[in-house]
């Protein structure tokens, strides 16, 4: 385990550091030792930002298994085209980190052929817009095999990249794919918020026996989080299908994924100068999803706000709002509210994008009519 | 055929030289004789100018007018100007992206030069001088990149990702190669409509991995559309160089394959791509077949925006196609031998380019950005009472929360 952990270290400095390509003889020589000393001096928690975090995450995984390699367009030479697979290529070569052709649907297929026959592939998608190419691999092939198989043929492949709105880049760069992928049977569907998120899911979703869909959001790749001494050891590990409570509260429950959790965060702390005190959950798994922890918070709070940045109809806050009407309909003192993407393709504009998805602004005020604290904003609509 | 297969025809059906098969007959060989993947022999190019502008000997090309080479020169002028002004506009943070077709301005220009207007173009992305070709203003190209109120795009797509009804030019998408298959779907209709036209697909050499454009060639050939398939193979997919992009000789070989018509031409040679486009165009309409044509060039600017591409290729690669192989210099010194350009036409047009470009730009600035109710329209004919709802939700939200949102809205 120690060695996992200076290994992590090592590469959090190589990130910081754009060096040479010196990097691959030096590293084990020089850098370890130090990083040991490090270590005594660190008891205070380390930010890291989500790069970083999928980076240490993939590094240590793939240092961990030798069957787990990465494959996509530009993850080696150009180290993806959000620098996710930074310094593998060097370190694990060009076997274990595959540039491939541009074709989604073939190195889905070719992922989901090398899964069935024992190695653990990583998939990166350069966004989850153009995993649209090879979704019928993704469905057809790796989510059902398993069960069509009774079981015979299992599908450890992880797909994954940066998937919904990032800023400029159109309707096709843009959508968020959590409930189309979260609706099917046979996949798990990730969505980390912060650092440890990201460490801690994908590492659980490399060493989980089936598909999982990871999805990534390219607005948190530069943002930074503390991280415990316990998330960086490279035996850290998250449980797929548990939600966790960001923030506690009791007047009012915030669903939330990704970068959404962010904002219902900062909504939370606005909510809480005017006397509202909002319990926000981080869902971390959309598919399985944590009904019990949703269902719990809410028969405190009985109230719900769903947040996503997906469109609206049949959404992940539709499904959870059915959850609740399901199993804690007696508990709401209120209508479920839902904050979504507008029900549009994604426009370019600035101004028209930032009306399409949803604001802090937004959180606030549907939080606020939950607990009847304003009047409806379109009394005449 | 006798379709009576007695003893005697099965004989000539399966005779001792050949199979008649569908398709055409195969011949029996003795020898187990494997197909190499790919020849060491590659498959030529076909080129008119040489470096210098000069015409090769016992060169066959279309003739071009002086009116119709000047123009195509001076549209390949504008649009490397084009492209290196609102690149500047990019990296000041003016607009959030851009793309370059620098080193590529012949495939760009000459080939529309070589088509008619009815034909429908479905571009990739790097072809900005084909709707250059076809009238769309400096003004027109900068409203799109400053998504303004004023561009026809409503400010929807990114910047560069231009499309125009007016000149057959189809909305370019993100999303590699699915423009191949469409211009096949538009060239049957086109054909179904025995309309005087065909469609044209651009794409560059990345974009031949994906599988639309193995579905687009077969289907082309099948349903016998009229479909110009114009691949710019500049040996760079953003960081992939071809050789990880595929083993075969090129693009070229990939027609055959699927009984296509198909040509590699110098791509930096705009006199060869204007004859191969414009002899494509003609058995493409009369004959309703499919054509490709594999252009060798080179992407000279960085893949777009967001690339840095001295990082993964040499600068003195880049510098020998920007320098040596320029398609621009070169058809300028062949229309200055013809006696059509000389230096005064030059910096004439040089001038007041930068001028008018710099201009345009200050106008696409200040212009408004589209009104609110664009983010709403375009989905449905008529809004459902939902849409109607949000919109008006947002539009009183704006009014009472005016700090909150852009100032430059029309609500
Ligand atoms: C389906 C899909 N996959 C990946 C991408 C990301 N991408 C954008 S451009 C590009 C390279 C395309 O290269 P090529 O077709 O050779 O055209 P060039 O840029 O050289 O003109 C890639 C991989 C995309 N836009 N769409």
Redesign the pocket.
């Known amino acids: 385990m120690d060695y996992g952990f200076c290994d992590l270290l090592v590469l959090v400095c190589l990130i910081e550091d754009p060096g040479s390509k010196m990097w691959g003889v030096v590293r084990h020589k020089s850098i370890r030792p130090a990083f040991s000393t490090i270590r005594h001096f660190s008891s205070a928690a380390k930010e890291i930002n989500v790069r970083e975090a999928l980076n240490s995450a993939l590094d240590e995984e793939m240092s961990a298994d030798p069957k787990v390699f990465l494959m996509g ?2 993850v080696g030479e150009y180290q993806g ?1 959000y620098k996710i697979s930074k310094g593998l290529l060097e370190k694990y070569g060009p076997e274990r980190v595959l540039d491939t052709p ?1 074709t ?1 649907a073939g190195f889905a297929g070719i992922g989901v052929g090398a899964a069935y026959y024992g190695l653990r592939p990583v998939v990166e998608f ?2 989850f ?2 995993s649209m ?1 090879a979704i019928d691999h993704i469905i057809n092939s790796a989510a059902k095999s398993n069960y069509m198989s009774a079981g015979q043929i299992s599908v450890p492949i992880v797909f994954r990249g940066p998937n919904g709105a990032a800023a400029g880049v159109g309707a096709q ?1 843009s959508q968020c794919y959590a409930s189309w992928y979260a609706s099917c049977p046979g996949l798990k569907v990730l969505t980390p918020y912060s650092s440890e998120d990201a460490r801690g899911l994908l590492k659980a979703a490399i060493r989980d026996p089936d598909p999982v869909v990871f999805l990534e959001n390219e607005l948190l790749y530069g943002e930074s989080f503390p991280v415990s001494a316990e998330a960086l050891d490279s035996s850290f590990c998250l449980p797929i299908g548990k939600a966790k409570i960001e923030r506690e509260g009791k007047d009012v429950t915030i669903t939330a994924y990704s970068k959404m959790v962010g904002y219902a965060l900062k909504a939370a702390e606005t909510l809480a100068k005017e006397g509202i005190s909002a319990e926000v959950i981080n869902l971390r798994s959309i598919r399985p999803l944590d009904r019990a922890t949703i269902n719990t918070s809410v028969r405190k709070t009985n109230r719900l706000v769903t947040v996503e940045e997906g469109f609206p109809q049949h959404g992940v806050g539709a499904e959870i709002c059915t959850s609740v009407i399901e199993e804690s309909f007696g508990y709401l003192d209120a209508p479920v509210e839902r904050i979504a993407g507008a029900d549009v393709p994604m426009p370019y504009a600035a101004n028209l994008e930032r009306m399409a998805v949803p604001q802090i602004e937004d959180i606030v005020r549907a939080a606020k009519r939950a607990c009847h604290r304003s009047v409806p904003l379109a009394a005449a609509a | 055929m006798n379709l009576n297969r007695d003893g005697d025809t099965l004989m000539t059906l399966m005779g001792t030289t050949g199979i008649d098969f569908p398709g055409g007959t195969v011949d029996f060989i003795p020898e187990m004789k494997f197909i190499y993947g790919s020849d060491k022999e590659r498959i030529p190019c076909y080129r008119v100018l040489d470096d210098n502008g000069q015409p090769i000997a016992d060169h066959n090309f279309v003739q071009v007018s002086e009116e119709v080479a000047v123009k195509m020169y001076t549209d390949m002028v504008t649009l490397r100007s084009m492209d290196t002004i609102f690149y500047e506009a990019q990296r000041q943070g003016r607009i959030s992206f851009y ?1 370059t077709a620098i080193g ?1 301005e012949a495939i760009n220009v000459a080939s529309a030069a070589a088509l008619a207007m009815d034909d429908v173009v479905f571009p ?3 072809e900005a001088g084909v709707l250059l070709w076809r009238g769309f203003t400096l003004q027109e190209f900068a409203n799109q990149l400053f998504s303004n109120k004023y561009d026809n795009g409503k400010g929807r797509q990114m910047p560069a990702h231009y499309g125009s009804n007016k000149h057959n030019y189809v909305t370019i998408a ?5 423009q191949i298959s469409h211009a096949v779907g538009a060239a049957y209709s086109l054909k179904m409509d025995k309309k005087d036209a065909c469609a044209v697909t651009y ?6 991995s ?1 599988g639309d454009f193995h579905a687009a060639l077969n289907f082309a050939a099948v349903m016998e559309a009229p479909v110009i398939f114009i691949c ?7 960081s ?1 160089p071809i050789s990880d ?1 595929f083993r075969s000789d090129g693009v070229v070989v990939k027609g055959q394959a699927y009984g296509v018509r198909s040509i590699r031409v110098d791509g930096n040679d705009a006199l060869a791509i204007f004859s191969a486009v414009q002899a494509a165009r003609k058995m493409a309409v009369t004959e309703d077949r499919p054509i490709l044509i594999e252009a060798l060039t080179y ?1 000279v600017g960085h ?2 925006t967001s690339d840095d591409s001295t990082k993964y290729r040499p600068a003195n690669e880049i510098e020998w196609w920007r320098v040596a192989r320029d398609p621009v210099a070169r058809f300028r010194k062949w229309i200055e031998n013809n006696g059509w350009w000389n230096d005064r036409a030059e910096s004439e047009l040089i001038n007041n380019l930068r001028q008018r470009l710099l201009h345009t730009i200050q106008v696409a600035e200040s212009v408004e950005k589209p009104p609110l109710a664009d983010a709403f329209s375009d989905v449905y004919d008529i809004p459902p009472s939902n849409l109607r709802e949000q919109e008006q939700w947002l539009k009183e939200i704006v009014k009472e929360q005016p700090q909150e949102y852009p100032a430059n809205i029309s609500v």
Do not use: K, L
């Not at chain 2, 993100?174 to 699915?178: R, W």
């Open positions: 367009e530009e085209a541009i989604e350069m966004t817009n153009f190419q760069h | 793309v590529e990739q992305y790097r993100s999303t590699i190669a699915t794409f560059g050499d990345g974009g031949s994906e710019r193979n500049n040996g760079w997919a953003i992939t992009q992407r893949h777009s």
